[in-house]
């Protein structure tokens, strides 16, 4: 009969605990989430994304021009056969 009990007592507690967090954990993330704007404006996303995209086409009108010069020199060394991975291991990327 006490484990009855006990396993009952048990079950309330958990019941109680689980009512508990589904009410009161929410709270804080949701606060947290009212005082943030969910996005930034369009007109500075636009704004933010053509900036990125003239870095990027700075970088690559660079490289162009360094591989356009010939000061670049590539080797290419015969490493031999590739060794077969353990099975079951992965191998790096």
Known sequence: MQAKQLSSYLLGAATVLVVELLFRGPAPL?????NRAPFASSVEQRQATIEELRKI???L???NDLLTSGRVKV???DQGPEEKPEKGARRGR
């Open 61 to 63: 009108e660079k490289q």
């Open 57 to 59: 086409e700075a970088i």
């Open 75 to 77: 080797v290419v060394l």
């Open 30 to 34: 949701a606060t947290a989430q009212e």
